[in-house]
């Protein structure tokens, strides 16, 4: 079998986007191109970088030709860090743009048939929406090409995002324009204390050496707290008093628009996996903070599963418990994580059942229901082997999923085929996992009769997916 010929940079036209929320257009071989940071409705110099499973993989150079609706990026290193892809889009392109790929992903290129398919929705808010950051410190940082050119050092002391690809190199950042203004004056603190000539070097993740790792930031909008959580490796002589030093500075400075710090938590990691997590070393103040979905109150450690958009997942339950119906009998809530969907839609139901495979998610759930006083049962397993809540009640019966990026597994999704119950909703966070679960639903008699795209995340190519299911009972007989 020839090797594909290699391709010359050349001028692409951005026609839409492609998994991930990359750009995709035609390469001048008919193949298509997927090119990161790529809005649709422009025209990009891009480089070839490789061909896999049928499609070229791109390098986007300059911008030769805008989109119609081009808006000036707020982030100060858009293109180097690859979380906010679409900045250069008004958040109502980027949801028209993004709303076409989900439906495609769950639907299939045949479009959605009898399926009802809703406007999209979303939270307003298209900058500061994040209640929760996570940032590595590190040795080496990811350049722009012209920085390189100019000489500017790789090496030094840096805090920031992983470069795409690159789990060696953070791109150096003073801000982040996702999280609210306080969290980026905590950022500045961390800053000016840790990476000082006279700190502790930062982490470095070939040689497994240095001091600061991970620095977390979590915000409450309710409270207007800040949590902040910083993890080192084990301290040499003089670190202790440095962190304590940061940790009092982070506690006693006077935020913006009345925010405080309600603790700040230390960590060591001395593994080598880089993960923001580690055993306790000291606290100053509280080690949780308490944010609010929909008139429900949740107590947040600084590792618990929140969903990170809190506005957005106000719009996300609110779609679930539309799709849901009038509420009755059991509400059974599947893949549950700290059980926010069941407790934050349980009222109307006469129970709530959740199943949750993360023993630490469980015992937040069963806190966090009795703090709200709903009344709930919350199990540790596998979904898959806890199959007998689909039989174990009675009366009128919903059900709500909600799984991994992967779908379904195999035993879960055979055994909610054949369930009885009033009304199923699938909530994906991979439309592409709906869309091949809908098969193994619809052949148990199930029908999707309506699908909602939710927006949690602009400027990212991420979007939620809600599906109603009900009984086909045209199909019956």
């Not at 306080?182 to 204390?193: D, E, F, P, S």
């Not at 309710?222 to 040499?236: G, H």
């Not at 309506?450 to 599906?467: A, I, N």
């Amino acid at each position: 079998m020839s090797r594909r010929r290699r391709l010359d940079p050349f001028d692409l036209r951005i026609d839409g986007l492609a998994k991930g929320g990359v750009g995709c257009g035609v390469a001048p071989d008919g193949k298509s191109m997927h090119v990161r940071g790529a809005p649709p409705g422009s025209v990009i110099h891009v480089v070839p970088q490789g061909f896999r499973k049928g499609t070229w993989q791109g390098r986007r150079v300059r911008m030769v030709e805008e989109p119609p609706e081009m808006v000036a990026p707020k982030c100060a290193v858009f293109g180097l860090c690859g979380g906010c892809q679409l900045q250069e889009l008004p958040l109502d392109a980027q949801r028209v743009h993004k709303t076409k790929l989900a439906v495609t992903q769950a639907l299939g290129e045949a479009g959605p048939e009898n399926v009802q398919v809703h406007p999209t929705r979303g939270a307003a808010d298209a900058y500061g929406y994040r209640n929760k950051v996570e940032l590595s410190f590190g040795v080496s940082r990811f350049l722009s090409e012209e920085d390189h050119a100019n000489g500017v050092p790789i090496e030094g002391r840096f805090i920031g995002m992983h470069a795409p690809g690159r789990f060696d190199r953070v791109v150096d950042s003073e801000r982040c324009e996702l999280i609210p203004e306080a969290g980026n004056q905590a950022l500045t603190l961390v800053r000016k204390h840790a990476l000082a000539e006279s700190a502790p070097i930062p982490w470095n993740v070939r040689e497994h050496t240095g001091f600061w790792r991970h620095l977390m930031i979590r915000a409450s909008e309710v409270d207007r707290e800040l949590l902040i959580a910083l993890y080192t490796a084990s301290p040499e002589e003089g670190a202790a008093e440095v962190v304590t030093a940061l940790a009092e500075a982070l506690m006693a400075f006077e935020y913006a628009d009345g925010w405080s710090v309600a603790g700040v938590i230390w960590g060591i990691n001395d593994g080598v996996a880089d993960v923001a997590r580690g055993e306790v070393q000291q606290l100053w103040g509280r080690d949780t903070i308490q944010e609010s979905l929909l008139g429900r109150r949740y107590r947040l450690s600084a590792t618990a599963f929140f969903q990170t958009s809190t506005k957005g997942a106000e719009r996300l339950y609110e779609t679930i418990g539309e799709a849901l119906g009038s509420p009755s009998g059991t509400l059974v809530d599947l893949y549950c994580g700290t059980g926010s969907i069941g407790i934050t839609l349980a009222e109307g139901f006469d129970r709530v059942v959740g199943v949750e495979l993360v023993e630490a998610a469980i015992h937040d759930a069963r806190a966090n229901a009795e703090a709200n006083g709903v009344t709930a049962e919350f199990r540790v397993g596998k979904v898959e082997d806890a199959l007998d809540v689909l039989k174990s009640t009675e009366g009128r019966r919903s059900l709500v999923v909600d799984p991994p990026r992967a779908g379904l597994h195999p035993k879960v999704a055979k055994a909610l085929a054949t369930a009885t119950a009033e009304v199923l909703v699938y909530v994906a966070c991979n439309p592409a996992s709906l869309g091949r679960d809908r098969a193994f639903l619809e052949a148990g008699g199930w029908k999707l009769a309506e699908l909602w795209v939710v927006d949690l995340f602009p400027h990212t190519g991420h979007t939620e997916v809600v599906g109603r299911f009900v009984r086909d009972t045209q199909g019956e007989g």
